[in-house]
């Protein structure tokens, strides 16, 4: 299990239909195995997600936030980490908004 407690991450890349951004911050905090984290940033004006480690690798959370136009939305997600060559967390994610059952794919970089 990797320690993300007062990481940060920005976007490298998300399906059409999600709202975050490479202008999206990402500060996550842990506690054992829960994990939260706000981000904003981009389409986003505030957000906020908390859920667990489900394996050593692997996060599953909910998330919900406001975008720009004041509308809140809100999904599930998995997300599978790994090492990058230089020593940076990278974090490949599967997520599925729960207001209208989109799903896309996306993955986050530690900066």
């Known amino acids: 299990m990797f320690d993300l407690n007062n990481k940060k991450f920005i976007a490298l890349q998300n399906s059409e239909n999600g709202e975050v951004s490479s202008q999206t911050y990402f500060h996550y905090f842990q506690k054992n195995q829960m994990i939260w984290a706000e981000y904003s940033g981009g389409e986003i004006a505030k957000g906020f997600l908390i859920g667990k480690w489900i394996t050593e690798t692997q ?40 207001d209208s059952l989109e799903k896309g794919e996306s993955q986050i970089i530690e900066v």
Request: proline content about 0%; aromatic content about 16%; overall charge neutral.
């Open 59 to 98: 996060i599953e959370f909910t998330y919900q936030h406001l975008n720009n136009k004041l509308e809140n939305r809100f999904g599930h997600c998995v997300t599978h980490f790994q090492l990058t060559e230089q020593g940076k967390l990278l974090g490949k994610e599967l997520w599925q908004w729960l």
